[in-house]
């Protein structure tokens, strides 16, 4: 039986392109989102089987503990033991602080921090050796907006993401000695759903301007990088960040 791989967000954007790189690499994919029922679920799991992969489409949701503990669950009676895990899904949410609502903002930390590390519980109680299990490896999704507050009216989300990073490192070294690597990779301006405003040439000129590289980038591309850290390539590879951000952001070029 070959490996398995549960990515978060896998019906969208990057968790997606995740999971059909995935498939190609040789795993089983379990593919998480709001609704396994979805069309972008399904379509996704069409993508892999018509490639001659296993797929499966399973709903969570991130800030509901049951959810994400059925959703391992599913995934292992469907697919077998859980090899990989990628944490792909989020959220985003724009205010300045002095608008924040209380509840969008418990919610995006919800979703985008907790639930990220429920989900790695789930993870290391199948993968660490210490428990019966064969190691593994995990790659949460941060974001370029970690390392500097994020642009206009987006420090909370930038906040939630800084969080990602700072349990990245203390998670790898607390399991590094029991088969299991995590790591993070940092996305800038990412070609998805989330960016829907790339759509309007005048919004995605200025924005490629502010990369070194001069562009957006694509999902594939973060994904790619996803499979090599998961991958026995990075076998010495633990507790990194790794930007994939076209340079980051110019300086002097605002946000």
């Not at 519980?121 to 907006?145: F, L, Y």
């Not at 759509?199 to 200025?206: L, T």
């Amino acid at each position: 039986m070959g490996k398995v791989c549960l990515v978060t967000g896998g019906t969208t954007g990057i968790g997606r392109a995740t999971a059909i790189l995935a498939a190609r690499a040789g795993y089983a994919v379990a593919l998480t989102g709001r609704s396994a029922a979805s069309e972008q679920a399904q379509s996704a799991v069409r993508e892999i089987e018509a490639a001659g992969g296993r797929a499966v489409a399973l709903s969570m949701t991130l800030s509901d503990r049951a959810s994400i503990e059925q959703a391992f669950l599913d995934a292992e009676r469907t697919l077998g033991p859980i090899d990989a895990v990628v944490n792909a899904a989020g959220t985003i949410s724009k205010s300045e602080v002095a608008e924040l609502d209380f509840d969008v903002t418990l919610e995006l930390m919800a979703s985008n921090v907790v639930g990220l590390m429920y989900c790695c519980r789930e993870a290391v109680r199948r993968m660490a050796v210490s428990r019966g299990g064969k190691g593994g490896a995990i790659v949460n999704v941060s974001s370029m907006a970690a390392t500097n507050g994020g642009r206009a009216a987006s420090c909370a989300y930038a906040a939630s993401k800084g969080a990602v990073d700072t349990f990245t490192a203390g998670f790898a070294r607390e399991i590094a000695e029991d088969g299991v690597r995590v790591n993070a990779v940092r996305p800038g301006i990412i070609e998805t759903a989330m960016t829907a405003y790339l759509k309007d040439p005048e919004r995605r000129k200025e924005l490629s301007a502010t990369v070194p590289m001069g562009r957006v980038g694509q999902p594939e591309e973060v994904a790619e990088l996803i499979l090599w850290l998961l991958s026995d390539q990075a076998s010495f590879v633990t507790g990194a960040h790794v930007n994939v951000s076209g340079g980051g952001y110019k300086i002097g070029s605002g946000k």
